[in-house]
Each structure stands twice: as structure tokens, then as C-alpha cells.
């Protein structure tokens, strides 16, 4: 278990390395790299000496712009393991880390109850739908969830943003709560936050809980079929155990799996829902600083949705050996079969 | 034959599917006649803005005053063009990763993995987002390209796990003994045994290419060259079609288009599925 657990932890940090010498090769060895570009904005601007642009431009990006480019990859490197990365073009003095906190847990927000959300309601209807499988249930939710889940989440996002708040005004426009409230442990807070969450979450839900229904009703009916399923109930076990310690139990193991895939795709997804409810998390912060080439907060956007899609998936992975102690235990893992790799019907990794 | 036999007794009694195959089919026809049978022009004529639909314009007109069915007309194109290029592309870098890794395994197959994992887990829209802002080409195949890197690394891991279970078959050990090169045991032994596998990808990953390709022109982050349904919906937005009702039929018919093609995805690898997949026929 141990070495299970460390192996996940060096893994983990290799791809936040990864990511970090990525943004460092984006801002400046990019032809046209937006730490030129920076500089050459500010010599034109003119009434700035050579010193002064330098001294910007490293405040900016943290590092200096004449060094060799090792020294300036290796400075990079150490001030963003310190948690400093630089500050906004855009609004200077504003340090990117303050940006990205500030923003942080709303995405966290809104992606973790839409995913506990769309888990939960996809893996009860799909399951109801292995369990009556010829049913005109089961056919009329097999054709509506498979066209649930082929829509683009932002289409859904638009046409609930046009109906819902512009057409018919039911719900706030933007933002995470409203002006006249006070950020902190209050009822008022509370109640306009999930107020102006509602329509992401829901935009979200819509799109993705169909996946988990098709992937659970898949596999718990390949479970059904299974030997020892039939062998459990000849021995007389009550259909409530078979359903939950047999049927359930080892239908669940793929849609796990699945969890970890799909927190990428949630992630990724929140850009455009955060960007059209103009709900300020992460991805609203990226898109924002992309359009006005805000190359730092991009970066440190990026960098903390890739972070927050590690410690989610390493969560996922803590919580698999509890589900399925074959993992854990390389000795029995031999045994069985490889799972099939979850093949996603709709909501495809992007 | 007995091929297109399957795929037809199998349409037949999977209407959903057969409809979908159909309409797939539809829009390759429109994205390749299109241009000829219409035109979209940009020129702005706001005395014909929201026209309400009819004969010479079954969509209604936008706020320029240009018919929205040839708009919608002419853009397949360049979606579908793209899509395609980007799905051929994510297919062709995953099925040549996952082959070799599984087939050769190891270490060498232990260091592609690690690789592949990292890919997996970088958020794939973001990064596209993020490399289309840095390079701003409007060219397809660049396009392609970005759209690629965030997709292939699902495919690889799924084809080397096949691949895997491929290595110790018999055929593939007579190959070995008879001396086959590597690249003749990839591409003329294990490629056809995913084959099945890799054609359902194929039209899921168009599914996923077109999603995030029409995402970055609503955003307006790609540069947009010519008319196409991503860059319409921005368009109209940036009209303000939001707040108003007579701008429905321009904000949600290539809405409509996008969803159609995509469902039509779906239910087209469906048959597909049941084709490569006796087992579930018998379900």
C-alpha cells in the first residue's frame, strides 16, 4: 500500500514539473514569445531605461530577461515551487497567485458538486436500467440519456443562460453572489451563492450524467451474467445481497475508474460554463486572461486546473484500493484480467 | 460482402442507428457540395437584418442581413474538415504509441506509458485553449494538430492494453519466429485486431475534435477565416442575440446543426459497436 501510495505521489509531481517547464517554455522560448513581445511593448512606449523594462518584465514573469536561458528556466522553476508566480500584465501589482486564489474554490465549487451530482443520479438510473433491461424504461432513458450526453455543455449553458436569466429573468446573470451580501458563514451569503450556482451546476449535471448511466448499465449487465452471480443466488443468498455485494460492488469498479478520467474533461468543460454564466472561477480567469494576453495568469490558471485534476485523481486513487483490494496487492492483481479501459460513449476525453 | 450484409440487417432493426448513419452521411454531403449550391458573403445589409423566415431564406436572416441556412450551408465545411483531420490524426499517434508500447513492453513500454499518463491527465481543453492562443493560425491542419494533443493519450492506453493481451497470441509468436520486423508485426499483424476497436475511436474522436474546435470559435480564441457554425454563435451573441427573441433562429439553428451532427455521431458508432461486437447482438 505504501509503495502503491508513493508511486502515485512521484507520478503526481512529475506532471506538475511537466506543466510548470511547459509555461515557462510557452512565455519565452514561444517564437514571438510573450516576454518579447512584453519588452518590445514597453521600448516602444519609450521613458523607460533598459534597466527599468528588465526590471518589469522580471516582475512580471520572474525571471531575468537577459540571463542564460538554463538560469532563467532553473529561477523559473524554483520561484513557482515557492508559490510565486509573477504578476498580471493586466492589472499590475496584482500577483498572479492572489488571482488564482481567489478563484479556486469556486471552480472547485461548482465541478465537485456537479460531478457528486451526475455520479450519483447516473450510476441509480443506470443501474435501474441493467435491472430492467427490456423494460420501455430502460429504452425510452437508454435514447434520452445518449442524447444528453452528445450535446456540447456550452450549447446547454447558452440555452439556459437565453431562457432562464435573459428571456425569463429566474436567476442571477453572473457572478458568484450577489453585490449586497457578505462574503463569510451567513444564511444571506449562502443562499446567493447557491443561487447563482444553480445553472452551471445544472448545465454541467445535464451533460455528463448520461455517461455514467450508459457506463454503469453496461457493465452491470455484463455482471449479471456473470458465474458467480448465479452462483450466489443458487446458494440461497438474498436478492438485496446478491444486488449490492455482488452485482453492485463490481459493476461500480469501471465507473471508479472512469472518475479519474473524467475530472480532466469536468475541468476542462468549466472553461466555457464559467466564461458564458460569468461565474469568476478558474476558468472564467483563463479565458479572460487569453483574451487580453494576460500570459501569466494564464499560466497560473492552467497550472492550478492541472493541480486540481492531480489531487482530485489521487484522491481517486487512495479510494480504488478500498473498492477493489486487488490493487493494492500486486500478488493478486496477476490474477485477474486487465479492466477494459472505459471507453467514454459521448462525453469524449478532449 | 458479408460485411455490408451485417452492417445492413443490423441497421435495419436498430432504426436510432440506421437514422444516424443517415444523417452522418448528410452532412459529409453538404460539407463537400455545399460551397456550390450556396454562398456566404460578409457584406452587412441591415435594412434585411431578422427577416422572418421564408422562401429565399427558410432560416430567417441574421443581423447582417445574410441568409442563416447558407451560413449554416457553407460552414460544414470547415468544421467537418477539421474534425476529420483531427481525429485522423489523434488516431493515427494513438494506435502507433499503444501498438508499439504494448508489443514491445519493458521498459521501453514502462517510459511511454509514464509519458502517455501525463498527457492523460493535463486537462485537455485548457491546454488546447492555451496553445491556439500562443500560435493563432486559422489553417486546418494546424488546427488539427492542437486539437490532437489533448486526445490521442485515452486511444494509446486503450490499444496497448489490447495490444498486451495480443503479444503472447500464437500468430504473433510465428511472426517473431519467422523473423517479421517490427513495423510488419504493428501494421500487418496487431493493427487489424484493433481495427474494430479503432474505427469506433475514429468517429468518437471527431465527436470530441468538433466539440472543442466549434468551443475555441465561440470563444473566439481560434482566428476565424470564412463562415462556419462556431463563429456564427459568437457572432450572434456579439449582436446581442442573447437578450432578444427575434434573434432565435440565428443563435439556435447552428446550435441545432452542432447537436444533430453530434447525436448522429453517436448513435452512427452504435452500429458499429454491434457490428464488431457479436456478443452484444445477442443481448
Known amino acids: ?350 | 460482402m458479408s460485411f455490408l450484409r451485417d452492417f445492413w440487417r443490423i441497421a435495419r432493426s436498430d432504426w436510432t442507428a440506421l437514422i444516424g448513419a443517415v444523417v452522418v452521411l448528410l452532412y459529409v454531403v453538404i460539407a463537400v457540395i455545399g460551397p456550390y449550391i450556396t454562398q456566404a458573403s460578409t457584406a452587412a445589409d441591415p435594412s434585411r437584418a431578422y427577416l422572418t423566415p421564408s422562401l429565399s431564406h427558410p432560416l430567417g436572416t441574421d443581423s447582417f442581413g445574410q441568409g442563416v441556412l447558407s451560413e449554416i450551408i457553407v460552414g460544414t465545411r470547415p468544421i467537418m474538415e477539421v474534425g476529420v483531420l483531427a481525429a485522423l490524426i489523434t488516431v493515427f499517434v494513438g494506435v502507433v504509441v499503444g501498438l508499439v508500447s504494448g508489443y514491445l513492453g519493458g521498459t521501453a513500454d514502462n517510459v511511454i506509458m509514464r509519458i502517455t499518463d501525463v498527457f492523460l491527465t493535463i486537462p485537455g481543453l485548457p491546454i488546447v485553449l492555451i496553445i491556439s492562443s500562443v500560435v493563432r493560425s486559422a489553417n486546418p491542419v494546424v488546427l488539427a494538430l492542437i486539437l490532437s494533443v489533448a486526445a490521442w493519450p485515452g486511444l494509446a492506453r486503450a490499444v496497448r492494453s489490447q495490444a498486451l493481451s495480443l503479444r503472447t497470441s500464437d500468430f504473433i509468436e510465428a511472426a517473431r519466429l519467422q523473423g517479421a520486423s517490427l513495423s510488419n508485426i504493428v501494421t500487418r499483424q496487431l493493427l487489424p485486431n484493433v481495427g474494430p476497436y479503432v474505427a469506433i475511436h475514429f468517429l468518437l474522436a471527431i465527436t470530441g475534435a468538433i466539440y472543442a474546435e466549434v468551443g475555441l470559435f465561440l470563444l473566439g480564441i481560434a482566428p476565424v477565416s470564412g463562415t462556419n457554425w462556431g463563429a456564427m454563435i459568437n457572432s450572434a451573441m456579439n449582436q446581442g442575440a442573447l437578450y432578444t427573441t427575434k434573434s432565435m433562429l440565428y443563435l439556435f439553428s447552428p446550435m441545432a446543426a452542432i447537436v444533430i451532427l453530434q447525436v448522429a455521431f453517436v448513435y452512427f458508432t452504435r452500429i458499429l459497436d454491434s457490428l464488431f461486437n457479436p456478443r452484444l447482438r445477442v443481448q
Open chain 1, 1 to 350: 500500500m505504501l509503495r502503491y501510495v508513493a508511486k502515485r505521489l512521484v507520478m503526481a509531481f512529475a506532471i506538475i514539473y511537466f506543466v510548470v517547464s511547459l509555461s515557462f517554455f510557452m512565455i519565452r522560448l514561444m517564437p514571438g514569445s510573450p516576454m518579447a513581445a512584453l519588452e518590445g511593448k514597453l521600448m516602444q512606449q519609450g521613458g523607460m531605461s533598459p534597466q527599468e523594462i528588465r526590471q518589469r518584465v522580471e516582475a512580471v514573469y520572474g525571471v531575468t530577461p537577459n540571463a542564460p536561458v538554463w538560469h532563467q528556466y532553473v529561477e523559473y522553476i524554483r520561484n513557482a515551487f515557492h508559490g510565486n508566480l509573477g504578476t498580471s500584465i493586466a492589472n499590475p501589482g496584482e500577483s498572479v497567485v492572489h488571482v488564482i486564489a481567489s478563484a479556486a474554490p469556486w471552480t472547485i465549487f461548482i465541478v465537485g458538486t456537479s460531478l457528486v451530482i451526475s455520479f450519483i443520479l447516473g450510476i441509480a438510473i443506470g443501474a435501474l436500467m441493467a435491472a430492467f433491461q427490456n423494460s420501455a424504461f430502460s429504452k425510452v432513458m437508454t435514447f434520452v440519456v445518449s442524447f444528453l450526453s452528445a450535446i456540447p455543455n456550452y450549447l446547454v449553458a447558452i440555452v439556459l443562460l437565453y431562457f432562464l436569466t435573459d428571456i425569463y429573468h429566474y436567476f442571477p446573470i453572473s457572478g458568484a453572489y450577489a453585490v449586497d451580501v457578505t462574503p463569510g458563514f451567513n444564511a444571506p451569503f449562502i443562499a446567493s451563492a447557491i443561487d447563482h450556482a444553480i445553472l452551471p451546476i445544472t448545465a454541467f449535471v445535464i451533460t455528463s450524467f448520461g455517461a455514467w448511466a450508459l457506463g454503469m448499465k453496461g457493465t452491470a449487465v455484463s455482471v449479471l451474467g456473470a458465474e458467480y452471480v448465479r452462483a450466489a443466488e443458487t446458494r440461497g443468498l438474498s436478492p438485496k445481497r446478491v444486488a449490492q455485494s455482488y452485482v453492485g460492488r463490481n459493476s461500480m469498479l469501471p465507473q471508479v475508474t472512469g472518475l479519474a478520467l473524467s475530472l480532466g474533461f469536468l475541468f476542462g468543460g468549466s472553461v466555457f460554463i464559467e466564461f458564458y454564466f460569468s461565474y469568476p472561477g478558474l476558468g472564467y480567469h483563463l479565458i479572460e486572461a487569453i483574451n487580453s494576453r494576460d500570459y501569466s495568469v494564464m499560466m497560473g490558471c492552467f497550472l492550478l486546473i492541472t493541480t486540481a485534476v492531480i489531487v482530485a485523481n489521487f484522491l481517486v486513487d487512495l479510494l480504488y484500493p478500498a473498492i477493489d483490494p486487488r490493487i493494492a496487492r500486486p500478488a493478486l492483481r496477476r490474477q485477474v484480467a486487465e479492466p477494459d479501459e472505459p471507453v467514454a460513449v459521448g462525453g469524449v476525453q478532449v
